[in-house]
Structures are given as structure tokens and as C-alpha cells.
């Protein structure tokens, strides 16, 4: 009888554990299928890339939206080029069918009536936290300008393009390197420094973006504006050519990841560079997908997957088009190019990364923001609770309860002072254990590699075989309703004849 209590305790200790791990463990807030789904590859196999096994997504009309080795889930969203936005209602083998949602302004989510607008008419004092403008109240320093400093990596080492390297896969560092190095140098042209890492996570497979990890978290370490991981799709060279200013290049795809906590916040930067870059060159971005998966997006909100062409485009194309994208990004970061004579300085980022650059980046927090939440909160706790006291018939039992409640106020103090002593061996512990649990994660690579492939099979055999069986169980029941009332119409047919049989004598 004593070991529910035990193990119902020990279970909410292992949720708050990892819920207190910051996105690191994602499959928590994420359905049975979802689950078995992130266990997947999220990119179609090499087996699938050499048979031309592509993924394409129609409209209700029949019209390709997107050609793509991404894998495509049901409830997945796609902006194209001209900023339609789309969102995936089945999936048919390869074929994935989707629904026209509405075109997407300068913002994906439609504005509503602010809550902010509304309660300043009774406390003026309120002010969102993105409030650029400074007040009397709000005096806090504006957010850090940008460092020039911006991260690169490629979690995928291998992938490359078969008419300049001869296969679409190098063991290595494969073509997407040189993709990347154009992608670098140009930025660097335009005096912003450049972390680009060029770390393996060897083999392609789903284990790839868990080893990258520990490459975006080192090089999150320096704090830089903002982190690239660069790749190149699968699919039809036509699907990423465009001709921009009579050059022949490939487009770029931004990817944003569904399964993480800043999922809003990186569509929103990937919807504010494709404005940009709209501006600049013309049908430079393909796009923006909101896939299945996190692909390492929950560690900073400035982070985005870019797929540059296919393996099927050159990467002379592929580097000419990352170039240009270089030229926006730096644009919308660092703005215009100085004149000669004078000084380079950095420009405030415009657009959400200054909001995210004021809250979250480089370690600092915004006093300002975290103020106005604070009073929000406590504006309303104490509007619903004098609310509640004021329309509640409970007033008396609560006067009686005052005395009660006044005497307990000793053994609280006592134990605020209790945990306030014991606060730092807390907090010590759960570090502790934070980092021997991400340890013990990065080394699993190594224990699960030989047996991975099984694993994934095994997974999908479950999951494929479970929905069989569902489906099975519904048809089973039907049959077995139909028999059964096939048994009660001919029981009814008989009673009926032997009861006008009665009539009859």
C-alpha cells in the first residue's frame, strides 16, 4: 500500500525534471504519434534519393506547392514564394495534400485586440515588453547592439551535388562545405567575423542533429547574432533554379522547426528575412517550411535550417546563391553598406531579432520586461481575487478561517528560512544532474549506432502495424454489428411469425 505514494512522487519528480531541462527533452509535449513519428528520419533515406523517391505536396486543385526530401507530416505548413500559406491535411505515401490558409502580411499571426491596449486604459503604468520607446517609467538601457558575429555549421557533412562532386553523399566533409565557405566569405566581405564550424556528426542519419547539439551549444558559447546549420534538399534541379539578375543560382529554403518551444519566434525571423530578401533579389527564398521535427531550434530563437538547391544542381549554383542570401542577411542585421571614409558600425537588428537580442541573447534580462509581466501578473491575480471575494456568498466561513490561517504563518516563515538555507545544495544538484543527464545523452550516439537502424525499424514496423490493427479492430466490429443485428431482425421476423401464427388459432 506504501509504494503507490513512492512511485506517484518519484514520477512527478522525473517530470518536473524534464520539464526543468529547457527543451532538451521535446517528445514530452508531443502525442503518441508524434512521439513515434520524431523517432523517423526526417529526411528521406539514400535508397529513396537514388530511386527519385521525392515527397510533393498539392493543393486541393492538384497544383505542386513543393518538391522536397524533407518527409512530410500531416498538420505541416508551407509559405511559398509568394508568401500563400499552406498547411498539410493527409499524407499519401509520397504525395501530401494541402490547404490554401491565406496570404501572410509582414506578420504570420493575425493581429488581434491587444490585451495591453485594454488594460491601459485603467493603469497607464502597463507597457508591453517590445515597447521600443523609452518612458518616464521605462528607463532600462536599450538592447545590446549586434557583435558582427555569426555562426555557421553543417549537422549534415556529407551531402553534396552530383554534377560538381560526382554523388550526391561524401564521406567527409562533402559539398555542402564549400557551399557554406562561399556563404562565410561573403559575409566577411562585409567585415562581420564568422564562426564557421566545420565539426562532423557522421553518419546521416536521425541521431545527426543530437551530435550537432553540443557544436551549436559551443558555438553559442561566443554569443553571436545569429546560427546558421546549412544544408542542401533532394528533389528536381528545376525545383530551386531562378535566373536573379541573369545569373542562373539556386534558391534558398528556410526550415523551421515545429517540435520546439521557440517555434513562433523562428517562423517569424524566417518570415522577416524572406521580406527582406524579397526586397533585395526577387525569388531568392523557395520558401519557408514549418516541418516535423526541432532540428536544435529550441536553444536559441535566431536560429534557422537553410537548404541550399539539390543534389542535383551544381554547387557552383548553390555557393552563388548563398552569397547573395549573405548579402541579406548581413543587410538585415548590420544594415546598409557604409560609404567610403566612413565609420562601420553596427545597426541595431530591425524587425523581432531586436526584441529577441533585448530578452535573450548574450546572457542579459530585460528589468523592463520582466517588470511590466510582473505587474500584470499581480494586477490581475488581484483583480480576480477581489472579484472573487466580492460575488461569493463564503464571506463569513472565510472570516472564521483568518485566525487559522494566521496562526500557520510561523511554520511558513520557518520553512521559507529552512529552504532559503538549503537552496544552494538544490540548485547544485539539479546542475549536477542536468549535466551528467546530457552526458549520458551525447555518449548514447555511441552505445545506440550499432543497433540504430533496428531500432528505426522496429518503431516503424510498430507504429505501421498499430494503425493496421486499428483499422482491422473498427472493420471486425463492423462485422460483428452487422451479424448481430442480422441475429436480432431475424429474431424479430420469428417472434412476429409465431405470434401471428397465435392469432390465426
Known sequence: MKVKPVVFVLLICIGLFLWQYEGAFTLAATSLLDFFDLLEATEISPEEIGKQQYYTMVDEKGREILVTGRKIHEGDEYIDQNNNLYRVTRVQGYLAHCRFIRKVGDAYDI??????????????????????????????????????????YHTHNDESYIPTDGTFSLEGRGGIHHVGKAFAETLQEKDVEVIHDETLHLPHDRGAYRRSRATVEKILAKEPDVIFDI???????????????GEWVTQVHLVVGRQNPNMQTVRQFALDLKKTADRMYP??????????????????????????????????????????FAEVVAFYFYGPEPEKGEKQEAAPARGITGRIRGLQLGGKVNVAAVRNAFWLLTVTAVSAFAFYVLNTPLGAIRKKLAPWAAKTLPFTEKGDLFLEGIAGYIRAAAVFVAEQAAAFIRRGDEFLQPVSAGIEHIFTF????????????????????????????????????????????
Open 111 to 152: 493581429e488581434r485586440p491587444s490585451l495591453f491596449a485594454w488594460l491601459q486604459r485603467f493603469w497607464p503604468g502597463v507597457m508591453p515588453a517590445q515597447t521600443e520607446e523609452k518612458t518616464e517609467e521605462n528607463n532600462e538601457a536599450p538592447p545590446a547592439r549586434p557583435k558582427r558575429l555569426i555562426g555557421i
Open 231 to 245: 544544408h542542401r534538399d533532394a528533389g528536381p534541379a528545376h525545383t530551386y533554379a531562378a535566373e536573379i539578375n
Open 283 to 324: 525569388k531568392l527564398v523557395k520558401g519557408i517550411f514549418m516541418a516535423h521535427g526541432n532540428y536544435n531550434q529550441d536553444l536559441v530563437p535566431t536560429s534557422l535550417l537553410l537548404e541550399f538547391g539539390t543534389e542535383n544542381n551544381s554547387r557552383d549554383a548553390a555557393a552563388d546563391g548563398a552569397s547573395l
Open 462 to 505: 510498430f507504429k505501421e502495424n498499430l494503425i493496421l490493427l486499428l483499422d482491422s479492430g473498427d472493420k471486425l466490429l463492423a462485422f460483428w454489428r452487422r451479424q448481430v443485428k442480422n441475429v436480432v431482425q431475424k429474431l424479430q421476423e420469428t417472434a412476429g411469425r409465431l405470434w401471428q401464427h397465435r392469432k390465426l388459432k
